[in-house]
């Protein structure tokens, strides 16, 4: 739903063709890439490099034709840019410390979803008129933004978990969501001169969006390993049999299962003493998930209208009710 002109669809990406791209080619832009699979520990660093410090700077030695010799060149590509993929495997733990890791729906309710949707498609003559104007609407609705900076009036008040070091980088993508918030509801929030004001609303949206991942933040265990690990605590001291473990979730594969259990092997919180077939699996010891201090929470102002006090009485939306949510 991007405009095309915003977009960079390719289907395989080198670190030489984000280096060497026009200084400001990638600013702003969605670069989709098909498989994350594909990707080189080089393209990798490049990635976190330009997300953390918002440009890419290489140096390189250049041969001057005129004179003979040889001259340094500096090149330099700007962001800030955003990457969307999909993997079917692991990640660089790194890399995922910078993005969003969002799992697919693999619910028979959403499969019998999908194939409803498949079968309109070819059943109804108007379905991809209809799903081309839905398409359209979406670009249009982003092509009336204007790209303003963002300013977040409450964010010191903003109480953040702080039991781990991974938390210093969540709070930074967190404070990022609450200004893509406010930049996509732009015309809805108050403006301040060039600046777009943040509320009550976008704190919300981030939270929504965010929450699952700052909980998980505080834990050393990837998503995968987590949910395989909350089915195995239910059978308690018994021993029990990756089957044992698709019988309790059935809409899972076995290849997820069998990603969660060998992390949780690897980390000795499950063991598998004996070669029996089928393997059986034991927890070592009962682990408790730190769950507690970690929901980020907005303690209230001392003056009720600060949020909306910011914008001034000349703003273009300069209702305060709506400003403080």
């Given at each position: 739903m991007t405009p095309p002109e915003e977009l960079i669809h390719v289907s395989r990406l080198t670190d030489s063709a984000l280096y060497y791209q026009n200084g400001n080619a990638l600013k702003h832009k969605l670069v989709v890439l098909d498989e994350a699979d594909s990707l080189t520990s080089e393209v990798i660093v490049a990635l976190r490099v330009l997300k953390t410090?918002?440009?890419?700077?290489?140096?390189?030695?250049?041969?001057?034709?005129?004179?003979?010799?040889?001259?340094?060149?500096?090149?330099?590509?700007?962001?800030?840019?955003?990457?969307?993929?999909?993997?079917?495997?692991k990640l660089d733990a790194q890399l995922l410390s910078r993005c969003y890791e969002l799992p697919v729906?693999?619910?028979?309710?959403?499969t019998a979803r999908i194939l409803d949707a498949q079968r309109r498609s070819k059943a109804e003559p108007?379905?991809?008129?209809?799903?081309?104007?839905?398409?359209g609407?979406?670009?249009n609705a982003m092509r009336l933004l204007e790209c303003r900076p963002v300013v977040i009036p409450f964010a010191q008040r903003i109480e953040f978990p702080a039991s781990s070091v991974r938390h210093?980088?969540?709070?930074?993508?967190?404070?990022?969501?609450?200004?893509?918030?406010?930049?996509?509801h732009q015309h809805q929030r108050i403006k301040d001169g060039e600046f777009i004001v943040a509320d009550a609303r976008?704190?919300?949206?981030?939270?929504?969006?965010?929450?699952?991942?700052?909980?998980?933040?505080?834990?050393?265990?990837?998503?995968?390993?987590?949910?395989?690990?909350?089915?195995?605590?239910?059978?308690?001291?018994?021993?029990?049999?990756?089957?044992?473990?698709?019988?309790?979730?059935?809409?899972?594969?076995?290849?997820?299962?069998?990603?969660?259990?060998d992390e949780l092997l690897?980390?000795?919180?499950?063991?598998?003493?004996?070669?029996?077939?089928?393997?059986?699996?034991?927890?070592?010891?009962?682990?408790?998930?730190?769950?507690a201090g970690c929901e980020v929470t907005l303690k209230l102002p001392s003056d009720i209208g600060d949020l909306a006090a910011f914008g001034g009485a000349n703003s273009p939306n300069p209702s305060q009710e709506k400003a403080t949510g």
């Open positions: 410090r918002g440009a890419l700077s290489l140096s390189h030695v250049q041969r001057d034709f005129a004179s003979g010799g040889t001259r340094t060149e500096f090149v330099e590509a700007r962001g800030p840019v955003a990457v969307l993929t999909s993997t079917a495997g729906d693999e619910s028979p309710e959403q108007g379905y991809s008129g209809k799903r081309g104007t839905i398409v609407l979406h670009r210093r980088r969540e709070q930074e993508r967190f404070l990022a969501l609450i200004e893509a918030s406010a930049l996509l976008d704190f919300e949206a981030a939270r929504r969006l965010a929450s699952d991942s700052i909980r998980r933040s505080a834990e050393e265990l990837s998503r995968n390993a987590l949910d395989v690990l909350a089915i195995a605590q239910a059978f308690g001291e018994d021993a029990f049999t990756l089957n044992d473990l698709q019988g309790e979730r059935p809409d899972w594969t076995r290849h997820k299962l069998r990603a969660g259990l690897a980390l000795e919180i499950v063991a598998s003493p004996r070669r029996t077939r089928p393997r059986q699996y034991r927890l070592v010891a009962p682990i408790q998930l730190r769950r």
